[in-house]
């Protein structure tokens, strides 16, 4: 069974530009979450998609956004990007509540 | 709101030796799960062993097992006969049984010596 994937793996943006991460689940798997991981803060909670509905909600400002396709891959999108931003974003999908299955990040460097 | 905290940012183990890995969480609800998470420096985050807060029973997994002690609010991690591929930083996460938003304590790196 193919696990989590994420696209792109690496990008490098500017001050100022968006960007949109995608992430396809583990096939069945229609809960997909995203985190942000920083040397500083560590592993902090973006927002959880179920059923292409946003069900969960970090404390992030409303420059991350996501949404949730029928076929339950998912994106998530940066607007006017800071240097603060760059980070390892993190996907996660689950087939029930609970036991979260992660892909490989994508590692997102704003110059 | 539900904090997890992992008290060891480093700990090294001699290879084949056991090493328990520590986290404590705060929290007001009843039903809970707790995780270790394993994530070498490849950065793929791995699973590591699951504990449910209403079974008494710890989790076990091959050489991985738990020390759960839910009054306490803690869930500790042994690892038997390590190797070297254990080496990683280990992340201690809580979530509520409504939701599937993860809390993440700071992690511990381990370091496994041969």
């Known amino acids: 069974k193919a696990g989590v994937t994420q696209t792109p793996r690496y990008l490098i943006k500017t001050r100022g530009q968006q960007v949109t991460l995608s992430c396809s689940p583990i096939s069945g798997h229609r809960s997909v979450s995203w985190y942000q991981q920083t040397p500083g803060q560590g592993l902090q909670f973006l927002f959880e998609?179920?059923?292409?509905?946003?069900?969960n909600k970090g404390n992030f400002p409303g420059r991350f956004s996501g949404r949730q396709f029928s076929n339950s891959r998912s994106e998530m999108n940066v607007s006017t990007l800071e240097l603060g931003d760059s980070a390892l974003y993190l996907c996660?999908?689950?087939?029930?509540?609970?036991?979260?299955?992660f892909g490989p990040g994508t590692r997102l460097l704003v110059l | 709101a539900q904090t997890v905290t992992q008290s060891q940012p480093e700990m090294s183990v001699q290879e084949a030796e056991t090493v328990t890995l520590s986290c404590t969480y705060d929290?007001?609800?009843?039903?809970?799960?707790l995780f270790w998470y394993k994530q070498p420096p490849s950065r793929q985050m791995i699973l590591v062993i699951r504990q449910e807060a209403y079974k008494q029973q710890n989790a076990t997994e091959n050489r991985f097992s738990v020390n759960f002690q839910k009054a306490a609010k803690s869930f500790s991690l042994k690892i038997s006969d390590s190797q070297l591929g254990d080496a990683a930083m280990y992340f201690c996460?809580?979530?509520?049984?409504?939701?599937?938003?993860?809390?993440f304590g700071a992690g511990t790196i381990l370091r496994v010596k041969s």
């Open positions: 996660a999908s689950s087939k029930d509540k609970q036991t979260q299955y």
């Open positions: 929290t007001s609800e009843s039903d809970y799960y």
């Open positions: 996460a809580y979530s509520v049984e409504y939701g599937n938003k993860l809390v």
């Open positions: 998609y179920f059923s292409e509905t946003q069900r």
